[in-house]
């Protein structure tokens, strides 16, 4: 079995939607092309608008559009900075909520550098504490690696 395994009444697939997801919710936030690529600038240190908008490769307009929703989110805080003689301007940091978005970030980087990247990766992600490559996995709470097919899904009990 390729599948993750449904457990209770989720087991009857046509007897149940997923209206809570939070796989959607989560999408709704950073779903675009543009929102993905502003979060990887914010991690590489990219904090102004301007080379925000120029290392994506979006208008302004979508990057206004875009950073506003991040922030609105919580994932980037907007905060003032001003050089000597012009206007105040802003810059966009991470939050914990956009630091605590790597993971998933880093396993899309890790799936296109093995299904896209033509086996020849741009980037090298490795720990800078002792050198080895940094890789994102699925583990339980007990640290064990677990395949698709070992994942149980059931509905949360009820509080």
């Known amino acids: ?9 989720l087991a009857n697939l046509r007897a149940w939607t997923p209206t809570q997801c939070t796989i959607a919710r989560a999408l ?9 690529l502003i979060m990887r600038e914010a991690y590489y240190g990219t904090t102004r608008f301007d080379e925000i908008a120029r290392r994506v490769g979006i208008t302004e307009a979508v990057a206004a559009a875009r950073l506003r929703e991040l922030v609105e989110a919580g994932l980037l805080v907007k905060e003032p900075y001003r050089e000597p003689g012009q206007r105040t301007r802003h810059e966009y940091r991470l939050t914990d909520m956009g630091r605590d978005l790597l993971p998933a970030l880093t396993a899309l980087m890790q799936w296109g550098d093995a299904y896209l990247a033509d086996g020849k990766p741009p980037l090298a992600l490795t720990h800078a504490g ?13 640290g064990h690696a677990v395949d698709l097919p070992d994942i149980l899904v059931a509905p949360r009990p009820r509080r």
């Open 1 to 9: 079995m390729d599948t993750v395994q449904l457990e209770g009444k």
């Open 28 to 36: 709704d936030v950073i779903g675009t092309r543009s929102a993905i």
């Open 130 to 142: 002792c050198g080895a490559p940094v890789h994102a996995e699925v583990r339980c709470a007990e």
